[in-house]
């Protein structure tokens, strides 16, 4: 399985984006999809997920009212609406498809198809 990750950019602080996730293959709507993200000298972090039948969705504590996550099996393509965010959500997001339907997990071991990145820069 291959995942596209894209929709990153420059923005202000204060401002929105919207995160999409293309997988090759159909199975996408089988598994949990996650969003990672890494900033340079950080470790790689959980931003949100959810459930292949998106009736469950999670989020970290740090994005919490910021962040939705979403996804449309018969487009394979999940998505990640960003507003509000501030200049510490700077770092390359990664989307990652997980190694089962669900829970959601917090663990990036728990992911083992992983999309290439798209760089999101906040600007105060």
């Known amino acids: 399985v291959q995942l596209q990750a894209s929709g990153g950019g420059l923005v202000q602080a204060g401002g929105s984006l919207r995160l999409s996730c293309v997988a090759s293959?159909?199975?996408?709507?089988?598994?949990?999809l996650g969003w990672f993200r890494q900033a340079p000298g950080k470790e790689r972090e959980f931003v949100a997920g959810?459930?292949?039948?998106?009736?469950?969705?999670d989020y970290a504590d740090s994005m919490k009212g910021r962040v939705t996550i979403s996804r449309d099996n018969a487009k394979n393509t999940g998505y990640l609406q960003m507003n509000n965010l501030k200049p510490g959500d700077t770092a390359i997001y990664y989307c990652?498809?997980?190694?089962?339907?669900?829970?959601?997990?917090?663990?990036?071991?728990?992911?083992?198809?992983w999309g290439q990145g798209t760089l999101v820069t906040v600007s105060s």
């Open positions: 990652a498809q997980g190694i089962w339907r669900q829970p959601v997990s917090h663990f990036p071991g728990h992911y083992n198809f």
């Open positions: 959810i459930n292949w039948s998106s009736d469950f969705v």
């Open positions: 293959e159909n199975s996408f709507g089988g598994y949990a």
